[in-house]
């Protein structure tokens, strides 16, 4: 089994508390980086049951997502070459099937953050979130029915940012009821993307459609495939899932020089199969 419930390096600065998987029983476990960057664990799973857990602080700035620029020169040619994979399709983002549809729906708008956020509003209001339409195996393109969780969100506006030659990629992490009304659902790992405007990176959640706090990155990738939490070679049954991401105020927490922290919990079995 390949394991990805890891904070993501670009965060690891800001852990309080350490961030290791543990597993149950215990069983060796090798740790790596992929081809995106994000901390993998690999090991082979005993017959029967297993259960991994994480429990963690966090720091975070208390500061929500950055606002991206309206207009960016956006020329193909001075794109870095590490962002050239997040133009192209990929299996739940299919760019050749909704260029001409992302053409006629966006081709008028500036390049840049205004154009981005122009597509985020589009999936906002056309995708129902519901977790009871989940599936693993709906694409940006067969998302004709409109309705879907976080993830199919993400695929969606990732595959029209591609089409209008913005790259971008898939996100995966934390993301708690921070700043906001408390939402009545199970807590679950949250997915969003990165789009690259003006040489760097920006925030956009086409779920939420709004600037959030306490957004903790585990992974990035292409798109989901790129993120599984869990990778299995061989069959396997998901027993129990838990999540639990909340707000520790200073005093809660270890004594830190800082005025708000996130406590990220993987839960007693956030993948136990």
């Known amino acids: 089994m390949i394991v990805e419930l890891s904070v993501h390096p670009i965060r690891r600065s800001d852990l309080i508390t350490p961030d290791a998987i543990r597993l149950e029983p215990p069983v060796p476990i090798k740790q790596y980086r992929d081809g995106f960057g994000n901390i993998c664990q690999v090991t082979k799973a005993p017959k029967g049951e297993i259960t991994m857990f994480s429990d963690f602080l966090i ?3 208390g500061k929500p997502d950055e606002i991206a620029p309206d207009i960016v020169d956006h020329a193909l040619e001075k794109l870095p070459v590490e962002t050239l994979v997040y133009l192209l399709g990929s299996r739940y983002c299919e760019t050749d099937r909704l260029s001409e549809f992302a053409w006629a729906r966006f081709g008028t708008f500036p390049k840049g953050g205004a154009l981005v956020q122009a597509i985020c509003d589009f999936v906002h209001q056309e995708v129902m979130f519901g977790y009871e339409h989940a599936s693993v195996a709906r694409t940006a393109f067969d998302n004709k029915e409109r309705r879907g969780v976080c993830r199919d969100f993400a695929h969606l506006a990732i595959t029209l940012c591609r089409c209008m030659n913005i790259p971008a990629r898939y996100c995966t992490g934390y993301l708690g009821d921070i700043g906001v009304p ?5 807590m679950d790992f949250s997915a969003w993307f990165e789009a690259y405007l003006g040489g760097r990176w920006y925030t956009f959640d086409a779920r939420h459609n709004t600037p959030r706090i306490g957004r903790i990155l585990i992974a990035h990738g292409r798109d989901a495939t790129d993120v599984a939490i869990v990778t299995s070679f061989g069959p396997h049954t998901l027993v129990d899932f838990n999540v639990v991401t909340d707000e520790v105020m200073p005093e809660e927490a270890v004594p830190y020089p800082s005025a ?6 993987g839960g007693a079995d956030p993948s136990k199969t």
């Open 182 to 186: 408390p939402e009545d659902l199970p």
């Open 59 to 61: 720091e975070d700035s």
């Open 260 to 265: 708000g922290r996130i406590a990220s919990n």
